[in-house]
Every structure is written in structure tokens, then in C-alpha cells.
């Protein structure tokens, strides 16, 4: 199959595709001028189950839903768009609401972006001691865009919005200096949807003496999903593989840290396919995601996903909360709820099933992973430790929150017995004011 992305211009020709009433598409319309959607014809003939639409979990995924902005938002671009105002009026409001709409959570901006020589690397995040992020330049997008898609800044059209390096010898010159790193995690967008070659540019140095300290590289990707076609037909399929293939036989752990969000995306014969080629590198499979209302929040779905997954080969690695960014309102689930689809999911599944980890919290601090609720004196609280965390000493530590049945973040969580801060505060407080790491500097 070639590949070919519908996209807002392609609006009217999508319309075409599900027998959605006239209001909605103004809708679907209406939210696509804020948060952009991609979709390529895969997903639309294999994923989605139009018979369903617009209740299917995988349309819900990659297309714009009116719910998707905050009344107040919806109304002051459906005017706009009504009255046909011209297009300045439209991309200011447009930008107005997109800045709302918390582009960077979790201190991507302020707090991630790592040193050298006194130059920041714009390419690189290192939160956590031991693993290095990388963006490269041209994997800033993606087969298709879930619509909850937390990297809506790298997509949309605002380049001073973008995490991206200019080239990439800053990230041998840091890894060469920091030999504490054990992880490489190329992210993006999508990494996969760069050629081989490109790939291979900066992938490949990493085999040599000076970098043994790295031991695994990772490549986050939704391509074994939203474009299986990737490992099976593309023109450089079989040159991605070769490079796979390198990678480990030079001594890397390479992890395909694949997301899934519904096991739909597994009962295609070519995903099949493509899970097939990609293990026989001998790559692992990891697979990740959050859980989100309308796609995922019911335990079944993930009894289903994870364990087709372990039948597959693969490894269930993390479940997320959905983050604080972008349409939150409208995928959000409370913690509680979260940690309920989790605990009923597991309870079904064997050991190897629960590898997962999860739910967990990508915040400013560190990842924090909601155990459970539980009551410690008189006191209900929740249950919660860092699974990784900026300073590594606070990993592993329970520490416990008021319960609260509302909350969806972490930023919504008050310390339980009466105290006013949790153990960390303090210390994340002045890391903010110093806006570094404690650890990972050189
Ligand atoms: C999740 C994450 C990692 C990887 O953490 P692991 O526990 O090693 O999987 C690294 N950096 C950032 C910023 C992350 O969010
Ligand atoms: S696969 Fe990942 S990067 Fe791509 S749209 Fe979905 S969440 Fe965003």
C-alpha cells in the first residue's frame, strides 16, 4: 500500500467516509483548526469499524471530536468560521487558545533540556539519570496523530513550539560525556517515520568502543500500528530491518517501545506481519499507552490488548494517565477510575501480563505510579511512589495523597495526615528555581 495522509484539507473527502450529520463534521471542522489530525488510508479502511462511528474507539483516536475544545473555545472559532472571518483573525484566536491548552507539561521546556559547554541541546531531554532523549529532526511527525497526542506542539505549525535539535553531533559529543547513561530513547512524533539511512546516521556511530556504555536504544513508535507497511512494503522496509538487525548484533538492546491503545490495532494480518519481521531481528517489542475515555477506559479493552500482546512476543510495559495537555478535558479519567481499569485488567491476567506498570504519571517530578487507595488510620488516602523520578533517591518511596475521586493529576493531589507538602516539594521547588537536574549535569 502507498502511503497517503488525509489531513484537514482533505476535509470534505473524509466527510464522505462515515455517515456523520451535518453538525458534527462542522464540529470535527470547527476543532481541526486547533488540534491537527492525520490520518492515512490503513487506519481508515483496516482500524476503524465505520459501522460504529462515531463511537468507534480507533475513529475516537485519530479524529476530532467536537467535545475535543472547551465550549467557550468552540464557540469563538464556529464563529469565526461562520462568519467567514479572514484567516488572521482565525490563526490568532487559533494560537490564543492552542498557548491554553499547556503545550509543555511536565518541565519538557524549562527543566529537560540538557547542557554542553554551556550550549543547550534543543534535540536532547535528560530527566532521568540513566536515560537520554533524543528528537531528531525530521521524526517530528507521525503516520497518523492520536487525537490525545501530548506532542501537539511538534505537529502544528508554530515552530518556536517545537522540541528539535538542530543536528545531531550534540548528542554523541553529551553521550560521550555521560557515561552514566545506559538508555537512548530516539522519540518523536515518530522516529520510524524517517528513512532507514537517516536513521542509520546517527544510529550506527552509536556501536562503536566509545559509547559501550549505552546498552539499549529505544525507539518509540506507533508505525507497527498506525502503518505496519512500515516493515513490510515501504521501499527501505527491508533496509530498516538490516539496521535492526546491525544494532543488535553490535551488543544493543534495541527496544521497539511500540503504543497501543486498543487491541484492534493487533488483528490485522499485515500488523501481524510486521510483528513478526521486526522480532526477528531480535529486537523486543515494548508496548505502552495511556488510558483515555471513549478508546480505552473499560478493563476489558486492556485484558484484550495485553494479552494478545504476550501471545505476540511482546512485552506490556507501562500504562499512563492521560496528560495534562491539549484536549485533557475530554480524554482525562479520574486517577481512581485509572487505577480500577488497571487492578481489573491485571487481576485476569497471568504473571507475564504483568509486567505492565502502571497507571503512572508523567509529571514535573518523575513518574508517579498510583498503587491504590487504601485507608491508614482513619484516613483514606492514595497509594503512590515515583517509578522514575528527576532525583533517582526519591524512586521507590511510597508517599501518600488525600483520596480524592476528582483528582486527575498530579497537581490536583494534596498530602495525606495533615501535612503541607509532600516529601519531594522542597527539593523539585529549587530544582525549578535553578531550573536544572539534580543529577546529569556534567
Ligand atoms: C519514561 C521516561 C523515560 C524512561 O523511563 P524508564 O523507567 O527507564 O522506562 C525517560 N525519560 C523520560 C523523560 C521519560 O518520561
Ligand atoms: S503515536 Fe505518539 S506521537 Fe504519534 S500521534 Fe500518537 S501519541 Fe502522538
Known amino acids: 500500500m502507498e502511503y497517503h495522509a488525509y489531513t484537514p484539507d482533505h476535509f470534505d473527502r473524509i466527510a464522505e467516509l462515515g455517515c456523520l450529520s451535518a453538525e458534527y463534521r462542522f464540529g470535527m471542522k470547527v476543532v481541526s483548526q486547533v488540534l491537527p489530525f492525520r490520518v492515512n488510508r490503513y487506519v481508515i479502511d483496516e482500524l476503524i469499524d465505520w459501522g460504529k462511528v462515531p463511537h468507534d474507539p480507533m475513529f475516537r483516536l485519530v479524529f476530532p471530536d ?15 468560521l461562520a462568519s467567514g472571518a479572514d484567516r488572521q483573525a482565525l490563526d490568532r484566536a487559533v494560537h490564543e487558545i492552542r498557548l491554553r491548552l499547556n503545550p509543555h507539561p511536565a518541565g519538557q521546556q524549562t527543566l529537560n533540556v540538557p547542557c554542553l559547554d554551556g550550549h543547550k541541546l534543543p534535540g536532547l531531554q535528560h530527566k532521568y539519570r540513566e536515560t537520554v532523549l533524543f528528537f531528531p529532526r525530521l521524526g517530528q511527525t507521525c503516520h497518523s496523530y492520536c487525537s ?83 516493515f513490510l512494503t515501504d521501499r527501505d522496509a527491508d533496509d530498516l530491518l538490516r539496521l535492526f538487525e546491525r544494532l543488535v548484533k553490535g551488543g544493543k538492546h534495541l527496544a521497539v517501545m511500540a503504543h497501543y491503545n486498543h487491541w484492534r490495532e493487533l488483528e490485522t494480518e499485515v500488523a501481524r506481519r510486521a510483528i513478526e519481521r521486526v522480532k526477528a531481528t531480535g529486537a523486543t517489542i515494548r508496548t505502552q499507552s495511556p488510558v483515555v475515555a471513549h478508546v480505552n477506559d473499560d478493563p476489558q479493552v486492556w485484558v484484550r490488548l495485553w494479552q494478545t500482546q504476550v501471545r505476540l512476543g511482546m512485552v506490556p510495559y507501562y500504562l499512563f494517565v492521560a496528560r495534562d495537555t491539549g484536549a485533557r478535558h475530554y480524554f ?25 506498570r502502571g497507571p ?36 521507590q518511596r511510597p508517599f501518600f495523597a488525600r483520596y480524592d475521586p476528582a483528582a486527575i493529576w498530579l497537581d490536583q493531589l494534596r498530602p495525606a495526615f495533615g501535612r503541607e507538602s509532600f516529601f519531594y516539594t522542597e527539593e523539585y ?14
Open 429 to 442: 521547588n529549587a530544582m525549578q528555581k535553578s531550573g536544572g537536574m539534580k543529577s546529569g549535569e556534567a
Open 148 to 230: 490525545f497526542c501530548f506532542r501537539w506542539p511538534q505537529f502544528v505549525c508554530e515552530r518556536d513550539m517545537r522540541i528539535m535539535g538542530p543536528r545531531t553531533p550534540g548528542l554523541f559529543d553529551y553521550l560521550r560525556r555521560h557515561s552514566e547513561v545506559t538508555d537512548l530513547l530516539v522519540t518523536g512524533g515518530d522516529p520510524l517515520v524517517m528513512k532507514a539511512a537517516s536513521l542509520a546516521e546517527f544510529l550506527e556511530p552509536l556501536l562503536s568502543p566509545e559509547f559501550a556504555h549505552l546498552q539499549t536504544i529505544r525507539i518509540g513508535t506507533k508505525s507497527l500500528s498506525f502503518w505496519p507497511y512500515r
Open 332 to 356: 482525562a479519567i479520574p486517577l481512581e477510575r485509572c487505577w480500577q481499569i488497571y487492578r481489573q485488567a491485571i487481576q485476569k491476567l497471568s504473571g507475564l501480563a504483568r509486567t505492565v
Open 360 to 395: 503512572s504519571m508523567s509529571a514535573g517530578p518523575g513518574k508517579v505510579e498510583i498503587q491504590g487507595v487504601a485507608e491508614v488510620g482513619q484516613e483514606k488516602v492514595f497509594v503512590l511512589r515515583f517509578i522514575q523520578a528527576r532525583n533517582p533517591d526519591w524512586a
Open 66 to 80: 467536537p467535545g475535543m475544545l472547551l465550549p467557550d473555545d468552540f464557540k469563538q472559532i464556529a464563529s469565526l
